[in-house]
């Protein structure tokens, strides 16, 4: 199976939270990354966390990581319409370079 | 962080023929990565492409099929040989970068879609 899973859709409401959840499997991971594709372009990186922090914030965003249940979240407070895209969730893992990527999480927003 | 220019933005193109693609970067770096991302799918990495060496390619795929050039710190270019509509997707450059607090990141030129008819 995939080492980076992630739900493959997520609707939200203008003005609500979004959650993206992503789960892995190596306990090695240094780095967590969350990157946002919009329609057309290419890959952003949004924020990412060290493997021995369990929470990091910027503006509205918020990421939390569970090591021990290889749990990855990212919270979008009062998301907008500016925040529909596919959001990628990624592991890099001890001693390698290379990312391992999941299959990105569509988010949608309804007004 | 480093800024990648990627091109073509886009193209169409024939089934039989090869395509070029550039990425240029505005600062020096050690390694970048060629990704393929295929319609409605994650990112699939193609091969690194170190200066002053042969480029490493990942399993299934082949120097034959997708040539690349690491001519200096700045720039490479990925060439898709001999295309089929298979080969439709975003081909994307990417560099190993790192932020300002010295974090270990991977920055995206704005990627190449091919479509092959």
């Known amino acids: 199976g995939e080492d980076v899973e992630q739900s493959l859709f997520l609707s939200v409401r203008e003005g609500d939270s979004s959650v993206i959840n992503c789960t892995y499997t190596?306990?090695?991971?240094?780095?967590l990354y969350w990157y946002k594709q919009e329609p057309g372009a290419g890959l952003q990186l949004l924020t990412y966390i060290f493997s021995n922090m369990d929470m990091k914030q910027d503006q509205r965003l918020t990421v939390l990581l569970n090591k021990k249940d290889k749990h990855l979240s990212l919270r979008i407070a009062d998301t907008q319409t500016g925040d529909s895209a596919i959001y990628f969730c990624a592991e890099m893992r001890l001693g390698n370079y290379q990312l391992i990527w999941g299959a990105g999480t569509k988010l949608i927003i309804k007004p | 962080s480093a800024v990648i220019s990627q091109k073509p933005s886009r193209d169409i193109c024939q089934r039989g023929t090869s395509l070029t693609i550039q990425c240029q970067v505005d600062s020096q770096v050690t390694m970048m990565f060629w990704y393929r991302q295929q319609p409605g799918q994650s990112l699939t990495l193609i091969a690194t492409a170190n200066q002053g060496s042969e480029a490493t390619y990942e399993s299934g795929f082949v120097i034959d099929k997708f040539p690349i050039s690491r001519p200096n710190l700045t720039f490479s270019t990925l060439t898709v040989s001999n295309m089929s509509p298979e080969d439709s997707s975003i081909y994307l450059c990417s560099v190993e970068d790192w932020d300002y607090s010295g974090a270990n990141v991977l920055t995206f030129g704005a990627g190449s879609r091919l479509t092959v008819l």
């Open positions: 190596d306990s090695s991971s240094t780095y």
